[in-house]
């Protein structure tokens, strides 16, 4: 079974330009959730997604950064005219959801590293 | 103040030592998690705990929640190189919606 797929894993972009981030979750998983791990920080919440559904944006910055999980491909994390502040390792997870009382662990992609020089 | 509060910040041990690593919450969890995260990977999940005064095991890594649902940990029984890592607590607060992790523990294990 093919665990939650990220790609690219490494991205380089220079600012002004944009950043897209796909995120394929595992089989099944109709959950999909984005977190952004900021150098010497800790692993901060971004965006929960269900299919064609922003479920909680609490944690996206205002301006530039933008998701979507179309009903049919991959999720996708934009950002657009990327910053310096914006380098940083994105990380997707995948979940099946609580139907029929399952747990909901979050499994997690191997993450895009995005730096912007 | 950190909403999730994991210690120590870092840990270093003998191989063949035993070692706990804590996560405090200020408030009641839905659910707790375990993730070992390598340096430049992703997360590799380890264990979830649900129910207050759950204990689960695997391999030689056991998670415990304590009744009231606001504080758990991780011991590993004789450590090894390869338990070398960052070890994360994510918790759950509202039910299947996002994690909020804490800072996470480096672990180092000395040959």
């Known amino acids: 079974n093919a665990g939650v797929m990220q790609n690219p894993r490494h991205l380089v972009r220079r600012r002004g330009q944009e950043a897209r981030l796909r995120c394929s979750p595992v089989k099944g998983h109709s959950h999909v959730y984005w977190y952004r791990q900021l150098p010497e920080e800790g692993l901060k919440f971004m965006v929960y997604l269900q299919k064609e559904n922003i479920i909680d944006e609490s944690g996206m910055p205002k301006e530039r950064f933008s998701a979507e999980f179309p009903k049919e491909g991959p999720s996708i994390l934009r950002i657009q005219q990327v910053v310096r502040g914006d380098s940083a390792a994105y990380f997707c997870a995948s979940s099946p959801g609580l139907a029929g009382g399952a747990s909901n662990e979050q499994f997690f992609g191997p993450g895009t590293r995005l730096t912007v020089l | 103040s950190q909403e999730l509060e994991q210690s120590p910040q870092s840990l270093i041990v003998q191989e063949g030592k035993n070692l706990t690593i804590n996560c405090t919450s200020s408030k009641t969890l839905y659910g707790l998690y375990w993730y070992k995260q390598k340096y430049g990977e992703g997360l590799i999940f380890l264990m979830m705990?649900?129910?207050?005064?759950e204990e689960k095991s695997h391999e030689k890594i056991t998670a415990k929640l304590d009744e009231k649902k606001q504080q758990s940990s991780l011991h590993i029984t004789a450590s090894q190189p390869s338990h070398a890592g960052i070890y994360l607590c994510g918790a759950d607060r509202n039910q299947g919606g996002k994690l909020i992790f804490g800072q996470g523990t480096e672990l180092s294990v000395k040959p």
């Open positions: 705990l649900q129910k207050g005064g």
